[in-house]
């Protein structure tokens, strides 16, 4: 199973970027997905997690600009990140539990290998 994160780049302020992970391989399904940040010098922060059932949850940093969302016949997950500010420049993780489609039908924790958001004029 491989976890694939694209869609980052450079944007400017009050800018839009839709971020995608997508997920491949023998799955089962996928559980819990969430994105994650990284700012340099900072700690990995969580941004937003949905769940299987499409319940969301949201940083209060981005409440009312970030939508999280999941396409289940696509295996993928979106970010879409509106009215972006400086402060969101980071490295951008996803991360999903996926029980992967083997005899044991385990579960497993994920991560994509980052997306580079940067917010600047």
Not at 30 to 48: H, M, S, T
Not at 83 to 102: G, Q, R
Request: proline share 2%.
């Amino acid at each position: 199973v491989q976890l694939q994160a694209s869609g980052g780049g450079l944007v400017q302020p009050g800018g839009s970027l839709r971020l995608s992970c997508a997920a491949s391989g023998s799955i089962f399904s996928i559980n819990d997905v969430g994105w994650y940040r990284q700012a340099p010098g900072k700690q990995r922060e969580l941004v937003a997690t949905i769940t299987s059932g499409g319940n969301t949850n949201y940083a209060d940093s981005v409440k009312g600009r970030f939508t999280i969302s999941r396409d289940n016949a696509k295996n993928t997950v979106y970010l879409q990140m509106n009215s972006l500010k400086p402060e969101d420049t980071a490295v951008y993780y996803c991360n999903a539990h996926i029980v992967v489609a083997t005899t044991n039908m385990l579960q497993y924790s994920y991560w994509g290998q980052g997306t580079l958001v940067t917010v600047s004029s």
